[in-house]
């Protein structure tokens, strides 16, 4: 929505990410805030912080797939997978620099989300999904049996090392924050702008009425593969982050468990939205930080016994439960998402006091 | 030298024979009707020229392009625009993003330029929203340009659709049953604006309309269907006036 009183003069005016003066202030404020955060904020949230901006990389990707394209993917941590192998057996084995290892990572899980793509030119919705499980399969089972020698298998995995760029290492929770949160401003704004130009609208025209696409002259095929190209491409890129955060990659990293969540991030934050995107990562994240904070506590409440007496079940059983009851939830009150309760939130505020 | 030819069409469904040895021309720059009772195969023949249907046998020449084994998509690159008799609009989408929609295959900026929005991607946004732009002007659909076409009424999305169409910049248009349900208001509206553009931008226009009024009073040539045959073209008033095509419509009369 438009602020009262904003007229556009100019045709790129219409499509501008930031358009008014209160929008660029506003996105400089929250640029500072990220800037000065590692200085008064611990090292447990600055790693929930990380993990959320890893999250949301992947979870972009999956949104321009299933939230512009229409289609849909249980392959996503799968992809992420070999994204995360690639950079970090480039970077081990070839001797790769970190920026060069990063895109290429992105490429080669771009690759493989293409290849798991294909069969969307003949099945929809609920037999594309079950097509494209097969890449949480084939993935992992890939990295276990293949070459277990270079990779790692599932024991004792792959040891990645931290990021080098131009001579400096990113090996504190800081500086990794500083990295990724980088990376994922880039990555948003790449989205975005794929979202407001002709690809964008090509995904959507897919979406909303594929007969009719075709028709006006909108190659399907050629555009639901691009769509599984760069869902896939985010998904290595987040991928490759994550294994040099965490500096040790196990196959058993990336389930398919981890697919569905991300599915259920896309649907959480608001299908069709960048944005919802984002909040849907923190969403689902802030929330598992809060259930494994919990878990302990709830450990000495219950009786002896009960869920094995281990934290660690409480904590995946409890894990499962909110993720599906926030799921529930969302569904039935808010199916829009996240972003167009935060839309309708703004446009409360700028309508006050004429809105209740 | 007509822009289509249609040349001895069989199209059939499982033994039910939709088209039989369907042949007409349409001349460039020119308005074609195709009329005929329900069921008679005027959706029919449209989704064949547009490569939704296959026939079995017969040609299809646009602009001296057999088209009748071609890709859908590839068939519109040539020059082919149409509407639809069910409104089929991206509903996601404003009516502006509807018209750029449609005039995709006009850009030709890449993945990589638009990803970063810079050089071809941006400058071909601002080109083709100027033209489209034109054609809202055309259409007088100025109020609802950012409107998301889902919340629009049917006669403004029939003319959404139309505009869309039109973004395509085609040489023949396609317009299923523009007038559909609509109010007499509305359906002068619509005609004055199918005069206007063919007026204007000289475009071939195929049209497929149940309100003879409007169809006699503006198409160079009728083409008639029944079960399938054509049985009658040419002009409005030879074709009014053919007894097969009385009996069409109105039946035999007793002996």
């Known amino acids: 929505m438009k602020l009262f009183g904003t007229f556009d003069v100019r045709y790129t005016q219409c499509t501008a990410i930031f358009r008014t003066l209160t929008h660029k202030i506003t996105f400089v404020v929250f ?5 000065f955060l590692p200085l008064i904020a611990g090292e447990q949230l600055l790693s929930l912080l990380t993990h959320i901006a890893i999250t949301s990389i992947t979870v972009l990707g999956l949104m321009i797939l299933v939230g512009y394209a229409g289609q849909i993917s249980l392959g ?20 790769f620099p970190f920026l060069l290892a990063l895109p290429c990572a992105g490429l080669a899980g771009g690759l493989a989300g293409l290849i798991f793509g294909i069969p969307s030119l003949r099945l929809k919705g609920f037999y594309l999904a079950m097509a494209t499980l097969a890449a949480s399969f084939i993935i992992p089972w890939l ?8 990779t790692g298998g599932v024991y004792p ?4 090392p931290p990021p080098v760029i131009f001579g400096f290492t990113f090996n504190t929770e800081t500086s990794m924050f500083y990295l990724v949160i980088t990376i994922t401003l880039i990555m948003i704004y790449l989205a975005k702008n794929i979202t407001r130009t002709r690809i964008g609208r090509a995904f959507v025209a897919i979406r909303d009425n594929d007969l009719a696409a075709e028709v006006l002259g909108i190659n399907i095929f050629k555009y639901k593969l691009m769509a599984f190209f760069i869902c896939s491409v985010y998904a290595g890129i987040s991928g490759a982050l994550w294994g040099h955060w965490q500096r040790a990659l196990n196959p058993e990293h990336f389930t398919l468990m981890d697919s569905v969540w991300y599915l259920g991030m896309v649907v959480v934050g608001g299908l069709g939205s960048i944005m919802g995107a984002v909040f849907g990562a923190a969403f689902i994240r802030i929330l598992e930080y809060f259930v494994t904070a919990v878990a302990p506590i709830l450990e000495g409440w219950l009786p002896e016994g009960l869920a094995g007496g281990y934290a660690i079940y409480i904590f995946v059983g409890l894990g499962a439960l909110t993720f599906g009851m926030s799921m529930i939830l969302f569904l039935i009150f808010q199916p829009r998402g996240i972003n167009h309760a935060w839309r309708v939130f703004l446009a409360s505020l700028r309508l006050h006091p004429f809105s209740d | 030298m007509p822009i289509l030819k249609v040349d001895r069409v069989t199209l059939s469904f499982g033994g039910v024979t939709v088209l039989s040895n369907v042949s007409f021309d349409v001349e460039e720059k020119s308005i074609c009707s195709i009329i005929g009772p329900n ?10 020229i547009n490569g939704f249907y296959r026939p079995e046998n017969g040609r299809i020449i646009f ?27 991206y509903t996601g989408l404003t009516s502006v993003e509807n018209m750029l929609a449609g005039r995709h295959m006009l850009f030709n900026s890449g993945m990589i330029s638009c990803a970063l929005f810079y050089g071809k991607a941006r400058r071909q946004e601002v080109e083709h929203r100027r033209a489209v732009e034109k054609i809202i002007d055309l259409l007088e659909i100025e109020p609802i340009r950012d409107e998301v076409v889902g919340n629009l009424s049917y006669g403004l999305r029939k003319r959404v659709e139309l505009g869309r169409a039109l973004a395509m910049e085609p040489s023949l248009l396609i317009l299923d049953e523009p007038m559909a349900g609509m109010n007499a208001e509305e359906k002068e509206d619509m005609v004055r604006f199918i005069l206007d553009i063919y007026d204007l931008k000289g475009t071939s226009i195929l049209l497929i309309e149940h309100d003879m009024g409007v169809v006699m009073d503006i198409s160079h040539k009728v083409v008639v269907l029944d079960f399938g045959v054509k049985i009658a073209d040419g002009a ?5 006036v053919n007894p097969a095509v009385i009996e069409a419509y109105l039946g035999r009369k007793k002996a």
């Not at chain 2, 409005?236 to 009014?240: I, Q, R, W």
């Open chain 2, 236 to 240: 409005p008033e030879e074709v009014s």
């Open chain 1, 143 to 150: 990295i276990v049996w293949v070459r277990p020698d270079i």
């Open chain 1, 157 to 160: 995995g792959l040891t990645v």
């Open chain 2, 39 to 48: 069921g008679a195969g005027k959706t029919s023949i449209v989704n064949s």
């Open chain 1, 31 to 35: 640029l500072l805030v990220l800037c």
């Open chain 2, 63 to 89: 602009s001296g392009n057999d088209i009748i084994r071609k890709p859908s998509h590839k068939i519109a690159a040539l020059g082919i625009g149409r509407t639809f008799q069910q409104i089929e609009l």
């Open chain 1, 76 to 95: 996503q941590s799968a992809f992420m997978a070999v994204g995360a192998y690639a950079s970090g057996l480039l970077i081990t084995l070839c001797g």
